[in-house]
C-alpha cells in the first residue's frame, strides 16, 4: 500500500486496556480505545498493529475485533517474552499501538472458503463477518487447532455460522474432525464445488507457514485462488527497516503484506522456507536458527 | 559527461548512472530488493552497516514515526556480521551497472579496517564507515577530528577501492571532522548522518524507543544536511554525498547546489519504490527545461552568493 502522506499513527498511541477476555488456555484477546485525534481507525480484515509493551518490546498482532466505537481488540498467544509479558497486564495498565498496517484480504465475489490454523483464527475473525454481510450463502469456514482447548473463538463462529458454512478439525481428534485443514479442504472439495457452481472460488487462510504452504498446493492443484497472511519479524512496520522482505520480489510483508495472493506466493522463493532475524540474517525456518 | 545521460556522475572513480543512492540502514539486506531498487532508479545503493560479529541491536520500538515525514530510529547497528553477510554483498553486486558501497562498523580501527577489507573482497564497489550513528558507540569516533583521522588512516589502507565517510551533524563543527577525513584519505564525505534526538510518551512518561535516545531522519533535517553539506564543500576537495530528508526532485537540486555531487535516499522510501522513479524523472525534466546537460553542472553553484552569511 503506498501512502499519500505520513500517518500520524506510526508513533505508539498510548491507551489503557479496557478488557481481558480469556479466549483459550493460551489466548486472551485485549481491547483498546484507538480514536487518535479524533479518528476512528478504518481497518481491513487482515491488517496488523504494532502492540509496544513498555519496557519490554513491540510486537506485531493480527486485529481480530472492531466495534463501533472505535475500540479495537487483538487476540495473543502466550508464546514468548513479550506475549508473556502482554499476558500478565491488566485493565488499565497502559500499551501503545500503532496502526493499522498493511494490505488485508480483498474480499471477492463468488465462493469463499476461510481458513484459520490455531492463533491464525484471530485474523480471519474480521473477514468472516464481513463475508457473512456479503454472500452469506457462498461461505465455508474451515478452522483447525492442535487440540480443542485451542481452538479460538469456537463458540462465537459456530453461533453466527450455520453448521453448513463450517467445518472444525484438531491435529489430535479432540474436537471435530482430526487432522489439519488442507486434508479437511481437500476431502470436502468435490462438495465445495458442486455448491459454488459456476462461482469462482477464493481461498483466505491465516496459520502457520507450513500449512500455508502446503494450502497453496491444494490451491494450485485445484486451480483454486488463494490469499494467505504471513508473518515475518519487522522493526518499522511501514517499509524501512526491510526486515520483512521476502525474496526475490522485494515485497514487505508490512506494506505489501501480510496479506498475499497466488500469484505472488508462487513467485516466492523464502515461503515456507526462509525467515530473516532481529539482525537481517536470513535462515532457513526448519533450522534451529538461534 | 555523455550528453544523453545528463543523470550520470563519477565518484571517486565510481560511475552511477544516477545520482540517486540508498542510504545505509534502509531496506539494505536482501539482494533481490537491492536489484529492484536499482530498477525504479537508484544508481547504487549502501548497505546495512555490517560488524565484525553478528549483532542483535536494540529491541523494538526501533523506528518509529512522528508525523511530517518525520522518524526516529535506535536500531543499534544490528547486523549479520561481515562472514555471515558476505555472500550477500556477492549476491547484490551480480546485478550489472548498480554500485555496491557496503558500509562497515566495529569495536576499535583494526575492525574497522578487517570488516572493510573482506567486505572489498565479497565484491564492494565502495567502503562507507559508519563514525557517526548517533544512538551506538561508534558516535564517539566521528566527533572528534584525531580519532576520525586513525580510524580512517586505518580503513584506507586495509582496502584498494573507494573509501566514503559517513559524518554526523551531532557536532560543533562538521568541517573540522571533514577536513580531517579527507587528509586521512577519504575518497568522499557522506553528509548527514540522523540527528540525535529524543520522543517520550506523555501517557507513561517513558522514552518510546526500547533505547531511548535515537537519531532523527526524514523531511525535517533537510535543512541540517543541506547547511553541513554547503559549509563543508567550501572546505574540501573530495566529493560529497549529501543525504538527509530528500523526499523530492527540488530536495535532491538543493543539495547539489549546495555542494553535494550525488545523494542518498532513506526515510522517503515509507512511500515505496515508485518514490525514487518519480525523483530521478523529475531531475532530467528539470534538466531538459534548463537546457543542462548534467546534473553536476550544479554542484555548489549557490557558493555564488557570497554576500550571504553562511557561517555560524
Known sequence: MTKNEQSITDKPFTTEIKSVVQETPLMKTYYVSFVVQGKIPSVIPGQFILVWIPGIDEIPMAISHVLDNGDIGFTVKDVGEATHALHKMKIGDLIGIRGPYGNGYQLKDGFSIIIGGGIGIASIRLLVQKALQKNPNHLLVIVGAQTAKELLYLEELQEILKPSQMLVCTDDGSHGNEGFVTMILEKNLLHIKEKAGANRITVYACGPEIMLTNLLKVCNTHKLELEASLERFMRCGFGLCGLCVVDPLGIKICQNGPVLNSAVLNELDDFGKFHRDVTGEKYRIDSNHG | MKLN?????????????????????????????????????????????????????????????????????????????????????????????????????????????????????????????????????VSSIGVDPKITFEYVRAVKKAIHCPLFVKLTPNVTDIVKIGMSAEKAGADALVAINTVSGLAIDINTHRPILAHGIGGLSGRAIKPIGVRHVFNLSKAVSIPIIGCGGIFNYEDVLEYFLAGASAVQLGSCLYYGYDIITQIRDNLIRYLETRKLDSISQLTGLAHHYKEIGFDD
Open chain 2, 5 to 137: 545521460k545528463p543523470l550520470n556522475v563519477s565518484i571517486a572513480g565510481l560511475e552511477f548512472n544516477s545520482p540517486l543512492i540508498l542510504a545505509s540502514g534502509i531496506l539494505g539486506v536482501s539482494p533481490p530488493t537491492m536489484h529492484i531498487l536499482a530498477d525504479y532508479g537508484m544508481g547504487g545503493i549502501t548497505t546495512k552497516s555490517i560488524g565484525p560479529v553478528k549483532r542483535k541491536g536494540y529491541p523494538n520500538p526501533s523506528i518509529i514515526g512522528l508525523g511530517n515525514d518525520t522518524f526516529l530510529n535506535a536500531v543499534g547497528l544490528a547486523n549479520p556480521g561481515i562472514e555471515r553477510f558476505s555472500h550477500e554483498i556477492t549476491e547484490i553486486k551480480k546485478k550489472e551497472g548498480l554500485v555496491v558501497i557496503v558500509s562497515v562498523f566495529g569495536d576499535n580501527s583494526n575492525d574497522f579496517a578487517r570488516t572493510a577489507s573482506l567486505a572489498e573482497k565479497a565484491g564492494a564497489d565502495a567502503i562507507e564507515i559508519n563514525i557517526s550513528c548517533p544512538h551506538a558507540e
